[in-house]
């Protein structure tokens, strides 16, 4: 009965070996077959068979084999033997060094990598080649102790300064990882574009903000040491570009001006820089800087007329007094007096514009202005094109709609596969919005969606889900209605009158969906007339109450900058930045809450 039992094992093992093994195929890919299911004893006589055939490609998984199976000495004949083939490969001495650990000889496999990389000649490409064979294996010590000895032997021909700081930043030794980053920069300041290119990639992954300091430190022993070579303080500059400290950004700017002489090109460029991020008053110190260089100096007229440019945006972005405007526009009269109104002037021209009918409510001197402005010769078409633009938005402050709609239109047609055709059938859409023609302005917006070759800009999308998420579940859209209503007067600054119609919304809709926009909307409107404590709650309100929507990120952000900077509860700021990293680390506000948040923890930024 044992004698039948065993036989038909036997069969079965057989029949199952000759199901596996189907007819015409190779020992290397019977043995592929058998490694592939952890089958090794069975795969090892394959890959014997094969390795006669093809020695390069079967060594790796026979090696593997054996030593799964603990046949140590059929390796170790197996390796020399590859090695014989390929005496300049060192990975073959690496494997044998491998094996010596697997057979739980330690001291062997050492002296095999030391002799190895004490063997080094000085030529780049074994040193790389040995370094790749140790790296493969995540032998890290090994690969950074063999770039070393490769260093040593270049003797200063070829530093492998790149690879060393990769290998220090696997093994987690990140001052020396930034040193040699920095230091390649001393005989190769050529290689500045790619230094900075993988510092931004690390410092993306740097949450607590650790290589900043490490960064900026190292530079700061660099410049000591040798006050002479400039490309140390242009990679501080840089890295105080990327922690959007501005004002270390502004000082670094000014030396490297006056020793490169750079004739305020590099202020004019922080300054937009700064404006962009909302720092006026830094953006203000840049532009000063270089219309302070003199009238005849080649950026004069940019900072001149950029200077008056955040000013008015500083001025009409937060609260402001009358006596506040009338003095910018004192300051831009005396600017085109002094600089003339010519095609270079243009902007400012609109820019005064916008000043004379948004907020001096001067409308048919500022239509005058534009059209003189779109009249003036040597201007280009696509300026003429943002005019027409800034005009249309005036005639909707002003409530002459189908002006406003026709001067959008004529836009749209001249640059129709332009951005700036983009842009103005996005603003007929929003008039249309404005007026309740909400089934027209999502055909507008829906045509932006499908144009999916172009960009198309956050309003748009913003305007185009307000839209659909409030109409297809409301048949009468009168929460909607109104809300529009409120977005039209606060686009045409009468504020008190966007406020009373915000709440009779929160009276007649207190439990509709656009809620938190009508929260957001009101604190947006409360934090520009300066009410800071009133615009903080109702921010408060949308993130406590609304955590899981689109704008709770946003309302965080503005609660806490509230709070540090109109308020002056630093500890209580503090806490929300560190809430909306924690909360929403994906968020756009993200750079600027940890920063923030690293300044009041105490942090050294410089």
């Known amino acids: 009965m044992n004698l039948r039992w065993i036989l038909s094992v036997a069969f079965l093992v057989c029949l199952t070996d000759f199901a596996f093994a189907q007819p015409g195929q190779s020992n290397s890919e019977l043995a592929n077959q058998y490694f592939s299911t952890g089958e090794f004893d069975k795969a090892v006589v394959y890959y014997e068979k094969a390795y006669d055939q093809d020695p390069v490609g079967a060594y790796p998984n026979y090696l593997s084999c054996l030593l799964k199976l603990q046949e140590f000495d059929r390796a170790e004949k ?52 040995l370094a790749s064979a140790f790296m493969r294996r995540q032998m890290y010590e090994e690969v950074k102790e063999t770039y070393l000895a490769g260093r040593r032997l270049m003797k200063g021909s070829y530093a492998f300064s790149f690879e060393l700081a990769d290998v220090y930043g696997r093994l987690g030794q990140f001052p020396e990882m930034i040193n040699e980053y920095v230091g390649v920069l001393e005989t190769n300041p050529g290689y500045l574009a790619n230094v900075q290119s993988i510092l931004q990639n690390k410092l993306a992954n740097d949450l607590n903000g650790s290589l900043n300091d490490l960064i900026r430190q190292s530079l700061l022993r660099k410049i000591q040491k040798d006050q002479g070579q400039f490309i140390y303080s242009e990679l501080l500059y840089w890295l ?111 820019s005064y514009a916008h000043l004379k009918a948004f907020f001096l409510y001067q409308s048919d001197s500022a239509i005058a202005m534009l059209n003189e402005t779109i009249d003036l010769p040597n201007v280009r078409p696509q300026f003429k094109a943002e005019c027409k633009l800034e005009l249309a938005d005036i005639h909707v402050f002003s409530g002459d709609v189908w002006d406003a709609a026709l001067l959008y239109g004529q836009v749209d047609k001249d640059f129709k596969n332009d951005a700036l055709g983009r842009e ?41 889900l307000l839209i659909t998420d409030n109409t297809n579940m409301d048949t009468t859209a009168d929460a909607l209605l109104m809300y529009a209503r409120a977005d039209l007067l606060d686009f045409q600054n009468a504020d008190s009158l966007a406020l009373m119609t915000l709440d009779s919304m929160q009276e007649y809709f207190s439990k509709h ?48 900058e509230l709070v540090e900077l109109r308020l002056g509860d630093k500890e209580k700021a503090r806490g929300l930045y560190e809430q909306l990293l924690t909360k929403y680390p994906g968020s756009l506000y993200a750079v600027d809450a940890r920063k923030r948040f690293r300044q009041l923890r105490g942090d050294k930024m410089n």
């Open 78 to 129: 197996l390796i020399r033997k590859q090695q014989k083939r390929i005496p300049q490969d060192p990975n073959f001495r690496v494997d044998l060094g491998d094996l010596f650990l697997e057979r739980g000889e330690p001291e062997k496999a050492s002296k095999v990598y030391q002799d190895l990389i004490r063997e080094l000649k000085p030529d780049v490409n074994p040193v790389n080649l």
């Open 240 to 350: 105080f570009l990327q922690e959007k400290d501005f004002e270390s950004a502004f000082i670094q700017a000014k030396a490297l001006d006056r020793r490169l002489n750079e004739e305020g090109s590099r202020l004019v460029e922080l300054g937009k820089t700064c404006q962009s991020n909302g720092d006026f008053l830094m953006a203000e110190n840049c532009y000063r800087f270089v219309v302070e260089l003199g009238r005849n100096g080649a950026n004069y007229l940019t900072a001149r007329m950029e200077l008056l440019q955040v000013a008015n945006e500083r001025l009409t972005t937060a609260a402001y007094s009358t006596a506040d405007l009338f003095k910018l526009e004192m300051d831009y009269r005396a600017a085109l007096d002094e600089l003339g109104r010519q095609a270079a002037t243009a902007p400012l021209m609109r």
């Open 424 to 464: 103005a059938k996005f603003r007929n859409a929003r008039l249309s919005y404005f007026l309740g023609e909400f089934d027209w302005a999502k055909d507008q917006l829906n045509v932006l969606k499908a144009a999916t070759s172009q960009l198309i800009s956050n309003d748009a999308l913003s305007l185009a």
């Open 513 to 560: 969906t656009l809620m938190d926009e009508v929260l957001f909307k009101k604190a947006g409107i409360l934090r520009a007339r300066g009410e800071y404590l009133a615009a903080a709650a109702l921010f408060q309100r949308v993130t406590e109450e609304y955590p899981d929507d689109i704008l709770a990120d946003d309302a965080l952000f503005y609660w806490a």
